[in-house]
């Protein structure tokens, strides 16, 4: 069920009003338990239009959701370690993302088969922030969107890379946490990657950071245990 907000904008040229127009936004719920919410996470995603909110409560989903062309800024919400999303039974990634300015956080995406969360090409400005990613059987977290945001998450037993970033720019990710990967903790292919304050330990083969591409900017980042270099940058002018 979507439950409507509106914000009203309006202009002013001397005392004249020139234009006025309401913005709807609205809250879909997604809880079984409640008649008047979607039961599915996926039915919440598919219930809503861009720029709405999806409020998941606590529980366990046993799904992988797709977001697809047209959700243009849609928020995803869940109730933090009490939301968990496991794909296992369904082979699919966790959360497949294919539009742009999506916000996805405060949740656990599990046992996915494929990528925990996977952006889409075209899919920029993508939010991930404060998600727990555990057992994916490839990347923990996927891009080939520009613009992506990865903050605050834990990454935690990867089949191959916590980050990886296909010939996109502008990629932030600071103050994740990163454990247990197979094959490298963040790799980065683009420009003008900032990627700092990350906590990365125990990466079984490749390097804790990888970055190819310019400008990149690598601070403040603690690592342990990587099984290559911990920081390895081919590109003009990192620092």
């Given at each position: 069920?979507?439950?409507?907000?509106?914000?009203?904008?309006?202009?002013?040229?001397?005392?004249?009003?020139?234009?006025?127009?309401?913005?709807?936004?609205?809250?879909?719920?997604?809880?079984?338990g409640k008649p008047t919410?979607?039961?599915?996470?996926?039915?919440?995603?598919?219930?809503?239009?861009?720029?709405?909110?999806?409020?998941?409560?606590?529980?366990?989903?046993?799904?992988?959701?797709?977001?697809?062309?047209?959700?243009d800024g849609l928020i995803?919400?869940?109730?933090?370690?009490?939301?968990?999303?496991?794909?296992?039974?369904?082979?699919?990634?966790?959360?497949?993302?294919?539009?742009?300015?999506?916000?996805?956080?405060?949740?656990?995406?599990?046992?996915?088969?494929?990528?925990?969360?996977?952006?889409?090409?075209?899919?920029?400005?993508?939010?991930?922030?404060?998600?727990?990613?555990?057992?994916?059987?490839?990347?923990?977290?996927?891009?080939?969107?520009?613009?992506?945001?990865?903050?605050?998450?834990?990454?935690?037993?990867?089949?191959?890379?916590?980050?990886?970033?296909?010939?996109?720019?502008?990629?932030?990710?600071?103050?994740?946490?990163?454990?247990?990967?197979?094959?490298?903790?963040?790799?980065?292919?683009?420009?003008?990657?900032?990627?700092?304050?990350?906590?990365?330990?125990?990466?079984?083969?490749?390097?804790?950071?990888?970055?190819?591409?310019?400008?990149?900017?690598?601070?403040?980042?603690?690592?342990?245990?990587?099984?290559?270099?911990?920081?390895?940058?081919?590109?003009?002018?990192?620092?």
């Amino acid at each position: 069920m979507r439950i409507k907000t509106s914000t009203i904008i309006a202009s002013f040229v001397g005392l004249g009003l020139m234009a006025s127009a309401a913005i709807h936004a609205a809250t879909v719920c997604v809880d079984p338990g409640k008649p008047t919410c979607e039961a599915t996470v996926q039915d919440g995603v598919n219930a809503a239009v861009g720029g709405d909110t999806v409020s998941i409560a606590k529980g366990e989903f046993l799904e992988g959701v797709v977001i697809p062309v047209g959700k243009d800024g849609l928020i995803i919400k869940g109730k933090a370690k009490g939301t968990v999303l496991d794909s296992a039974a369904t082979g699919m990634p966790g959360i497949e993302v294919l539009s742009p300015g999506v916000s996805i956080s405060n949740l656990t995406v599990r046992n996915a088969d494929g990528n925990g969360i996977d952006i889409q090409a075209g899919a920029d400005g993508v939010e991930i922030t404060k998600v727990r990613i555990q057992k994916s059987s490839v990347d923990c977290s996927e891009t080939e969107g520009h613009d992506t945001v990865i903050e605050k998450n834990t990454l935690i037993g990867c089949g191959y890379t916590a980050v990886e970033v296909i010939n996109a720019d502008d990629l932030v990710t600071p103050g994740n946490t990163i454990k247990h990967v197979d094959e490298g903790g963040i790799e980065v292919s683009g420009e003008r990657a900032v990627i700092e304050k990350n906590k990365i330990s125990i990466v079984e083969d490749g390097e804790c950071i990888d970055v190819d591409g310019g400008n990149a900017e690598v601070v403040g980042n603690s690592m342990d245990n990587c099984d290559q270099f911990g920081v390895k940058v081919d590109g003009d002018a990192p620092y």
